[in-house]
């Protein structure tokens, strides 16, 4: 069974920067699209930044140029680097991935991670 594991979050004063990583286990062999999605108390949960395979990347207006996503293929892993980081930022913290194919060649979709709080204050 494939577990993704966050690590990362914590407390930042407004202005700080913050570097989560979230890895994949079990029997993989490759994953597609990977992202990272937040919820705020009494908010939906939203996208903040999403990888493709092959790197290409997007993200929600309210982080661009602020947040950067990245992914190592051969770690299974991905990386959410945010600077300048705002209370409006203040969430728990998850990863996804959106499709993979295992070592048997069965592929599974939609996986979550446990998330990360996040916490912007002074």
């Known amino acids: 069974q494939v577990q993704l594991v966050e690590s990362g979050g914590g407390l930042v004063q407004p202005g700080g920067s913050l570097r989560l990583s979230c890895a994949a286990s079990g029997s993989i062999f490759s994953i597609n699209g990977m992202g990272w999605y937040r919820q705020a108390p009494g908010k939906q949960r939203e996208l903040v930044a999403g990888i493709t395979r092959g790197g290409s990347t997007n993200y929600a207006d309210s982080v661009k140029g602020r947040f950067t996503i990245s992914r190592d293929n051969a770690k299974n892993t991905v990386y959410l680097q945010m600077n300048s980081l705002k209370p409006d930022d203040t969430g728990v913290y998850y990863c996804?991935?959106?499709?993979?194919?295992?070592?048997?060649?069965?592929?599974?979709?939609?996986?979550w991670g446990q998330g990360t709080q996040v916490t912007v204050s002074s």
């Open positions: 996804n991935v959106d499709s993979l194919l295992t070592v048997a060649r069965t592929v599974e979709y939609d996986i």
